[in-house]
């Protein structure tokens, strides 16, 4: 069981490139998600999806597309990639979204993706 | 607006030590407050959540958490730390009528001497 995972975990990009970053989870979780980390701001949310074939906005969705075609995979793309998405990337999976007494709502988070763009 | 508050960027503690990492938080209803720990390169994991009733909660490690909603606080504590304690720390909330942001502080970064 290796929970969640992330590909790849460090990358630099220049100004205007592309990349896809992939996570993946084979914990059967509905829910999954994108943060980005960046230092004295904690996590904000980027994408998340609460379903294979669906995604919704986070808090900075904006640079950013995703798709989750599988249930177990989650993918984020930077389609022209800007100095300002520099960051550490984080991907998490939760079984469920309701807050509750059980460990269901617990998100599970990858080792994180380190991104510079030139 | 839902925001969270740690006022700390680090604490330091002597082993051994009892050691508090202080959280204030503001939402509009009633709360559902989480500590997420990060050891280096690695992903958050999850500590504790107080959801309702008793205002101290047990999680995982000998971590603890008092809610106050008079003080609108959710201080992280441990009775005694370990080198191992060694960590960045994260405060969270989420409004409990619903909704899916969860709201995430700053961090603190917590040394523990041995």
């Known amino acids: 069981n290796a929970g969640v995972t992330q590909t790849p975990k460090f990358r630099v990009l220049k100004t205007g490139q592309s990349m896809t970053l992939l996570c993946a989870q084979d914990m059967n979780h509905e829910y999954m998600y994108w943060y980005r980390q960046d230092p004295g701001m904690g996590l904000r949310l980027i994408h998340y999806s609460v379903g294979e074939g669906t995604t919704a906005k986070g808090e900075v969705p904006d640079g950013y597309n995703v798709s989750r075609l599988k249930k177990q995979n989650f993918l984020l793309g930077l389609e022209s990639a800007a100095p300002s998405q520099t960051s550490v990337y984080f991907c998490a999976s939760s079984y469920s979204f309701r807050v509750g007494p059980t460990s269901t709502d617990t998100q599970y988070f990858g080792p994180g993706t380190r991104l510079t763009v030139l | 607006a839902q925001s969270v508050a740690q006022p700390e960027d680090q604490v330091n503690v002597a082993e051994g030590n009892p050691l508090t990492v202080k959280c204030t938080y503001s939402v509009s209803g009633n709360p559902y407050l989480f500590w997420y720990v990060q050891y280096p390169n690695r992903g958050l994991q999850f500590l504790l959540k107080?959801?309702?009733?008793?205002?101290l909660v047990k999680g995982s490690y000998g971590f603890e958490a008092e809610f106050n909603k008079s003080q609108t606080s959710f201080h992280l504590k441990k009775p005694s730390a370990l080198v191992s304690d060694s960590a960045l720390y994260f405060c969270?909330?989420?409004?409990?009528?619903?909704?899916?942001?969860?709201?995430f502080g700053a961090g603190t970064r917590l040394f523990v001497k041995a």
């Open positions: 107080y959801i309702t009733g008793d205002n």
């Open positions: 969270a909330v989420r409004d409990a009528r619903g909704g899916f942001k969860t709201i």
